[in-house]
């Protein structure tokens, strides 16, 4: 019995993907935020591949009408990084001012900027008081982005 | 001087079921009183079995005719509890003796300790529950019962106090609360406060809330206070709230109070506000908490007591802080003049931002963010701090100001800051702010909710606007209050304030939780203590309306600037973005922005460039 699943395996060609990262990261670019969260918690070298932030740049962006001036990303690696603005502001900002998630909708310029003037008073507040960044200081002001709807 | 806030309200309304189930259980494990209201609480099917069980044991004939089944054998028992509990209730309050007696006065500083002892009477004791869950005892002569129950009905003096039935039959007094309270009650003209007849009060008025027993009606007809409690209670073991009347009362007797104020009456004042504390109970949220803070101011203003002293700096920080990240009203009032400042920064080189209300410095990593990827790149960004000085030795001001170069530096925009300590406004002078010839540096100057602080002393507005044309800015932003609190009548003032305020907690209510909220409801009370209880140049909450301070501007030489469309999508989708936001509305008017809830605007966003100056032109 066992010989015969070997022979059948050793048929198989056999694509690992961990072996070709470049594709790897290729599929989780189109990936939409919560895959990609779920996508870094498989093993090891997925996850540090999913904490590239590039690839957060990409979803951040991904449905910009126009892409964002190449200043903007200087600014926010400064501010906490891309991953960082995903989660804190894109993704609230997203669910609360578009549709349903699976609709993809092209944001406007006024609401990227929107998203970074918040990132940015989020970064600031995260500061405190001696002007070293506290990483366990909740960004407090950016709470009523993250809680849910009252109806 | 901070004000208690009315948590105790909630923690002791809810859960009487639940309390008086206690009671019953521990006293049904006691050997006392197996005593229970007929409404059937709806708590632990143990202890409703419990109840069943000894209901049908022996029980007093004539208590249950009137809905009370009280086993013969526990009386005795009742009476004993009921005699403690006048005791107690007698301890507590200082003046009374017999609670039968003259005008109660009370501790006027006191007012918060009183209003305290008074919730936490309402949050009983399990004693004191298992005497509220009795019914009233027969006494001795079951001919006492009857003629008791029925002459509250009777009686003609609205205030007569029926805690509890069951006293009644303990001393033959019918508890009035004084005389006085009688005739100033009946004095108020048009009988605001009474509407219709005794009984038509009785059968509507509850100062009961939801009760889930009878007997949890009895805890809120306080004697002390002077509550309007008919007719007798004990025959209705349901008693629901009609709490849409109580709040055109509550209405009523706001305003009849601050009436009384006006008019010096200060007994029929002093009168007033207690009811109002009382009926503000049978409220819920928006409402109470308004109804509480303005009573409370009322009472300062009555008792003229009001803290010298300024609320401390950081507190005031702290408390602002809190209102900031609860509702959009700051952050509205940020972004939009940050836009109209972006706007008119359009190809300048250096700029300068003059800010009269640097508190936290909340507004600014938004505009130096902008400024920072705006095409062409950041211009050198320079901001001067004004602020009140602080009491404590920190100075805050050059603390927000590292924390501002600290953001700067990491995005990379160059930098300068100074912070300015003054007390007030009218201090400051264009010289002293250092300020650079126009050619090389372009002048803003930003203004959120201090303006209206300089109408408290004559000639300081128009000296710090003529102070503000010598910077000679490019624009001038202006975020103030949409209301006018600085009417010349008092009554009008307070008229103005309640539905301004009123407002304003209804919209805090959608948003989320604990603590964040109740610092911006004090936040919000400190201005309402301010409007109503102060006056002169303590008095510095002295907000006007969009169009006075148009015309002010207008009469200084200035010209508005409209606020373009930018501006207005980015409030739009900021509001979208806040939890509960359904009701915030932003508006156009002429160029200004004002942001309300509903159809009442709140807060309003104008912007002013020099009369005769066009934004961007060369000269």
Known sequence: MKLNIMEEEEERPKIFINDHIDILVEILKRLDGQSLGVAACVCR???????????????????????????????????????????????????RLGDSGLVRRVWTRNEVQLSLSLFCVDYYERLGGSGMISSDASPSSLMFLCKPVNV | MKREHPNPHHTHLNPLADASMAASCSSGAGSSAGVYPKQEIAAGKAAKMWEEEHQEAGMDELLAVLGYKVRSSDMAGVAQKLEQ??????????????????????????????????????????????????????????????????????????TSIDFPDQKKHQSSTVFEESSSFDSDLKAIPGKAIYSGTQLESSSRESKRLKPSSGSSSDLFSIPSIGA????????RPVILVDSQENGIRLVHALMACADAV????????????KQINYLALSQAGAMRKVA??????????????????????????????????????????????????????????????????????????????????????PPAFRLTGIGPPSTDNSDHLQEVGWKLAQLAETIHVEFEYRGFVANSLADLDASMLELRPSEVESVAVNSVFELHKLLSRPGAIEKVLSVVKQMGPEIVTVVEQEANHNGPVFLDRFTESLHYYST?????????????????????????FNVVACEGTDR????????????????????????????????????????????????????????????????????????????????
């Open chain 1, 45 to 95: 070298l997925w996850s540090a591949v999913a904490r590239n932030d590039s690839l957060w740049e990409h979803l951040c962006f991904r449905h910009v009408s126009s892409p964002p001036p190449s200043s903007v990303r200087p600014v926010v690696v400064a501010l906490g990084g891309y991953k960082r603005l995903y989660m804190v502001c894109v993704r609230p900002v997203l669910s």
């Open chain 2, 85 to 158: 509990l006048e005791e107690a209730m007698c301890i507590q309050q200082d003046n009374l003796s017999q609670l039968a007696s003259d005008t109660v006065h009370y501790n006027p500083s006191d007012l918060s300790t009183w209003l305290e002892s008074m919730l936490s009477e309402l949050n009983p004791p399990t004693s004191f529950d298992s005497v509220m869950a009795a019914p009233p005892p027969p006494a001795q002569n079951p001919p006492t019962i009857d003629e008791s129950f029925l002459a509250p009905a009777e009686s003609s003096t609205i």
């Open chain 2, 228 to 235: 309007f409690n008919p007719a007798n209670e004990s025959s």
């Open chain 2, 262 to 273: 006006q008019q010096n009456n200060l007994d029929l004042a002093e009168a007033l506000v």
């Open chain 2, 292 to 377: 509480t803070f303005f009573a409370q101011a009322l009472a300062r203003r009555i008792y003229r007591v009001y803290p010298e002293n300024p609320l401390d700096h950081s507190l005031s920080d702290m408390l602002q802080m809190h209102f900031y990240e609860t509702c959009p009203y700051l952050k509205f009032a940020h972004f939009t003049a940050n836009q109209a400042i972006l706007e008119a920064f359009q190809g300048k080189k250096r700029v300068h931002v003059i800010d009269f209300s640097m508190n936290q410095g909340m507004q600014w990593p938004a505009l130096m963010q902008a400024l920072a990827l705006r095409p062409g790149g």
């Open chain 2, 504 to 528: 304003l907690f209804d919209s805090l209510e959608g948003s989320v939780n604990g603590q964040d909220k109740v610092m911006s409801e004090v936040y919000l009370g400190n201005q309402i």
């Open chain 2, 540 to 619: 510095f909450e002295r907000h006007e309306t969009l169009a006075q301070w148009r015309t002010r501007f207008g009469s200084a030489g200035f010209a508005p600037a409209h606020l373009g469309s930018n501006a207005f999508k980015q409030a739009s989708m900021l509001l979208a973005l806040f939890a509960g936001g359904d009701g915030y509305r932003v508006e156009e008017n002429n160029g200004c922005l004002l942001l309300g809830w509903h159809t009442r605007p709140l807060i309003a966003t104008s912007a002013w460039q020099l009369a005769g100056k066009k934004l961007g032109a060369t000269h």
